[in-house]
């Protein structure tokens, strides 16, 4: 792609094979009333591997981030969490979502919490972890980040790219399967966006399983190993970076990535 923004991205980095499926979605429909926002969505994401969700506003996007989440019900369809079905309405739904590690748009950091606080929560009120053995989990974690002097900070005296690399971190705590990246950069100052997708860059490297959506085409050009691109709740292209995004065929997705050309 002639695109600036797709050249100037972050550079591809290497990462273990990719391995056997941890996410499959499989048929999967969503109606709010008589709208239908998710019309037979299927596709799988393989153990290390990176899939980026693209597509326009009100193409589902979000909806089907939150289904896989267990946020929303899914009308019809299944999605298996390694050998789970997950929207099986029998499952432990809590037990479940701990498997999967989330981040939002919003940072959700609990304000009146210190940064080591908001990390560990899940681990010692959910989980039962003894504080000692989160907080030192946490602090590893807070270590790889360059964060961990700001473990005792409270969010408002971080920046937005520093209150989302902590969200990470706290979605990194249970060691998920999985892991879901919702617009993450959508609520950061454009100068805060490249110290987060790097964050994000470095845990493809380590072998994370990685859902996001995103609107960053560069890095998702660069970053991922499959492009899922939906079109009002259909998929619209399944395939590659260089297939999806380079060389697409469909004039839909030909006029869909040449309208960032123009931005």
């Given at each position: ?7 100037q991205?972050t ?16 048929n ?10 998710l019309d ?23 909806t ?18 390694g ?41 010692r ?6 504080r000692?053995k989160?907080?030192e ?11 961990d ?14 209150q989302?690399?902590v ?14 990246l919702?617009?993450?950069?959508s ?30 085409m560069g890095?998702?050009?660069?970053a991922?190993d499959r492009?899922?691109?939906l ?6 292209e ?5 297939d ?8 839909e ?10 931005v």
């Open positions: 792609m002639a695109d600036e923004k797709l050249t991205a550079p591809t980095v290497e990462h273990p094979p990719i391995g056997d499926v941890v996410l499959r979605i499989d999967v429909v969503k109606r709010f009333g008589d709208n239908t926002v037979h969505i299927s596709f799988d994401v393989h153990q290390h591997e990176t899939v980026a969700l693209l597509g326009a506003s009100g193409s589902g996007k979000s089907l981030m939150k289904c896989v989440n267990l946020l929303e019900q899914v009308n019809d369809g299944q999605i298996w969490l050998d789970t079905d997950i929207t099986d309405p029998r499952i432990n739904m809590d037990k479940q979502r701990s498997r999967i590690g989330v981040v939002f748009q919003q940072f959700n950091l609990f304000s009146h919490m210190t940064v080591l606080n908001n990390v560990t929560l899940a681990a009120k959910v989980h039962k972890w003894p000692e989160a907080e989990k946490a602090m590893g974690l807070l270590r790889r980040i360059g964060m002097h700001k473990a005792k900070e409270y969010p408002d005296r971080l920046s937005g790219g520093q989302q690399r969200a990470i971190c706290r979605a990194l705590m249970m060691e998920p399967e999985l892991l879901l919702d617009e993450i950069t609520a950061l100052d454009p100068l805060l966006v490249g110290e987060v997708l790097e964050m994000v860059g470095e845990l493809k490297a380590q072998g994370a399983t990685i859902l996001m959506a995103t609107h960053e890095f998702a050009h660069d991922a492009i899922v691109l079109r009002r709740g259909h998929i619209a399944n395939g590659s970076p260089y999806v995004m380079d060389h697409p065929t469909d004039p997705t030909q006029e869909f990535f040449a309208a960032y050309n123009r």
